[in-house]
């Protein structure tokens, strides 16, 4: 029975991994094309920086524009950025509680052909018929927000449904790497077709994140219960409470044993009621979730201000060429990997999260100038997949362990508050006081959330 166990396992992780890969890299496709969106929503800027721009025909865009210069145009990306992440958080605190209440496969598989869709015709059929109205992209980048929001909860749920809390913050640590290979993947797939227009890269990435969706919707299994295997964390949790005389978990009586492997085999034949899930203001107000969910919109602030505008604010500051930024930012993402595996190894050799957050953010504090993703990248992942999975397994619920994507999504869609309303507080201080005055903001952010995971130090054991 291990070896099926372990083979479900991989599967499990390979997929799950693979469908927040495809996520990710579409929306990047977003934030490393915005110097080609800003031109050719703005005609009067043929060429920025040196960079070569594919546009329209001359009477086609001076006909269709929507700015009258490339500074309106910016403005509403960054809008278009803050309505996607204020919608996208919102659906968050909605689809985890639905994760935890209908078929993860089938929420999973919905989020990801239908963000797809929305994508492609944000990018790809707009462009195509030229079509441009503002209120239309809005109204797409709500829809895409809410439905991008289905993914992370279900995926970090059946991680959690998977693989115990033993050895959980490397597994989980390697596993979060895959918002960062998206990014990677979003801006190889974006660099490689920029040159044919911008429609391009959002068509090769809805397209392969559609397929995407129908290989979840056919291959993954959410739990081991599916194929008749226990749950390990839920074997303890019954053995806890059977235990009304005190004996150890481990019995030594051999018959006490081979009941309790037959009581295994026969779970088919007498199958244990399902736990019910807990309301969302249950979640809510469950040991952790709170403080790290403050915690969680503070980093999650400071990450996506550099994964929105990093490629524009290279290309635009630094005169490189957009092609050229695309790919730089692609090392930000690499720290972001060997911080959150790395992290996440020495948080179970330790046996606690926490410690090993708040070291790394100290550390943060002063890489801030020096834009360093590995200090950022492996506390931002430790809080939404491994703390995030430990909080929704936690003893406190015992006979309600449904739980574990309402509290993903709470957590999630509280860092995700903090990113949107970030975007527009970048922007301003930008305009007023310059790029500096930002990087100073992101360190007083990245303070405050080591001040919430600091008391987690002494009130929840991670």
């Not at 598989?109 to 059929?125: D, H, N, Q």
């Not at 390990?232 to 492997?261: F, G, I, K, Q």
């Not at 929704?392 to 508050?417: F, K, P």
């Not at 930008?430 to 500096?436: A, I, L, Q, T, V």
Request: charged letters at 10%.
């Amino acid at each position: 029975m291990w070896s099926l166990y372990t083979y479900h396992q991989l599967l499990a992780f390979l997929l799950t991994f693979l469908s927040y890969v495809l996520l990710h890299s579409s929306r990047k496709t977003f934030s490393n094309v915005k110097v080609s969106i800003s031109a050719q929503w703005t005609p009067s800027a043929l060429q920025q920086n040196g960079s070569a721009i594919t546009l329209s025909p001359g009477e086609t865009w001076e006909d269709n524009k929507l700015f009258a210069d490339v500074g309106e145009a910016t403005l509403f990306l960054g809008a278009l950025d803050s309505i996607f992440l204020f919608s996208y958080a919102v659906g968050l605190y909605i689809s985890g509680v639905i994760g935890d209440r209908f078929n993860l496969r089938y929420v999973l598989s919905f989020g990801l052909c239908g963000s797809a869709v929305a994508e492609f015709i944000f990018g790809t059929l707009t462009e195509w018929l030229h079509f441009y109205n503002v209120y239309f992209y809005c109204v797409l980048w709500v829809i895409n927000g809410l439905l991008q929001s289905t993914v992370w909860p279900c995926v970090v749920a059946i991680m959690g449904n998977w693989f115990g809390k033993s050895g959980r913050g490397f597994v989980f640590g390697l596993w979060s790497a895959c918002a960062s290979v998206g990014n990677i993947l979003g801006a190889f797939l974006a660099s490689s077709v920029l040159k044919y227009g911008y429609e391009y890269a959002f068509l090769v990435t809805s397209v392969v994140q559609f397929a995407g969706g129908v290989v979840v919707f056919f291959g993954l299994l959410t739990s081991p219960k599916e194929i008749g295997l226990s749950d390990p964390s839920e074997t303890v949790l019954r053995s806890v409470t059977r235990d009304s005389d005190s004996r150890p978990l481990m019995s030594d009586d051999e018959d006490e044993l081979c009941d309790e492997n037959s009581s295994i085999q026969q779970q088919d034949e007498e199958p244990e009621p399902q736990p019910k899930a807990i309301g969302f203001l249950q979640a809510f107000c469950l040991p952790g979730v709170l403080p790290y969910s403050l915690a969680y919109a503070c980093l999650k602030l400071v990450n996506y201000s550099f994964f929105f505008w990093l490629p524009f604010y290279l290309s635009n500051n630094f005169g490189w060429k957009e092609v050229q930024a695309d790919r730089l930012s692609v090392w930000y993402d690499v720290g972001g990997i060997v911080g959150g595996t790395v992290q996440g190894l020495i948080s179970d050799l330790l046996g606690k999260r926490a410690p090993v957050l708040v070291v790394s953010l100290v550390l943060a504090m002063g890489a801030l100038v020096g834009y360093s993703r590995f200090l950022i990248g492996g506390p931002s992942n430790m809080i939404s997949s491994a703390i995030s999975a430990d909080l929704g397994r936690q003893e406190a619920l015992q006979n309600s362990q449904e739980a574990l994507a309402t509290v993903t999504g709470i957590v999630d869609g509280t860092g995700s508050i903090g990113a949107a309303a970030g975007q527009y507080l970048v922007s301003l201080i930008e305009s007023k006081f310059g790029w500096m005055c930002v990087f100073y903001f992101f360190i007083i952010m990245v303070g405050n959330c080591i001040c919430n995971a600091t008391a987690q130090i002494h009130t929840f054991s991670q």
